[in-house]
């Protein structure tokens, strides 16, 4: 078991341009995640998806969207990057059968955008 | 969720006992949790504790909630060096939505 992947590992931009992150989970999931890690504000949610074919705002939606292309992925776009996007992300999923429900969290995305 | 407070920075010597505070303040969440990142990596579960519960103890880690003070700590044990990373500690509401707190750099000196 792979967990929780996420392509790429790291990227540079230029403000403008688009890109798509990708995210996918081999542990059966219904649910799944898009955070952003800024320096001392934790991690915040972009976007999250409850079950196949349903994609719900987090508390920082703007400037993405995301699509739930099956059970297993959940990519995240940026169709025009700006500065204020330099981040980390981070994809999680969950949905476990048992009582936390525990959010388990890939490795991340170092994007910076120039 | 609201907010979920942490300090910044944290410094021990090994050996010594690390305790990490986090304050919240959603009297509604149902679970509190405790991750820890190491440089360059994601997070990773460490512990949980369910809203009803003051203390749960797992090999070196202890945690405290106060209720009524919405308080949360994390005690490590013996801190060795392999322990020196962010945790962040985050409440759960709304079924599975999280919030999480800005993680505490912990700093474990030879």
């Known amino acids: 078991n792979a967990g929780v992947t996420q392509t790429p590992k790291f990227q540079v931009l230029k403000t403008g341009q688009s890109m798509t992150l990708q995210c996918a989970q081999d542990?059966?999931?219904?649910?799944m995640y898009w955070y952003r890690q800024d320096p001392g504000m934790g991690l915040r949610l972009i976007y999250y998806?409850?079950?196949?074919?349903?994609?719900d705002k987090g508390e920082v939606p703007n400037g993405y969207n995301v699509s739930r292309l099956n059970k297993r992925e959940f990519s995240l776009r940026l169709e025009s990057a700006a500065p204020s996007q330099t981040s980390v992300y981070f994809c999680?999923?969950?949905?476990?059968?048992?009582?936390?429900?525990?959010?388990?969290f890939g490795p991340g995305t170092r994007l910076t955008v120039l | 969720g609201e907010d979920v407070e942490q300090s910044l920075f944290l410094s021990v010597r090994e050996g010594d006992s690390s305790v990490i505070n986090c304050t919240y303040t959603?009297?509604?969440?149902?679970?509190l949790y405790w991750y820890k990142q190491e440089p360059g990596a994601g997070l990773q579960l460490l512990t949980y504790?369910?809203?009803?519960?003051d203390m749960k103890q797992d090999q070196r880690l202890t945690v405290l909630l106060n209720k009524k003070d919405k308080h949360l700590s994390l005690r490590i044990a013996d801190t060795q060096t392999g322990d020196s990373a962010i945790y962040f500690c985050?409440?759960?509401?709304?079924?599975?939505?999280?919030?999480f707190g800005g993680g505490t750099r912990l700093m474990v000196k030879p």
């Open positions: 985050a409440e759960r509401w709304a079924g599975n939505m999280l919030t």
């Open positions: 959603d009297s509604s969440s149902t679970y």
């Open positions: 998806s409850a079950s196949e074919g349903t994609t």
């Open positions: 504790i369910f809203s009803n519960m």
């Open positions: 999680a999923s969950s949905g476990e059968a048992g009582v936390t429900d525990t959010q388990y």
């Open positions: 542990m059966n999931h219904n649910s």
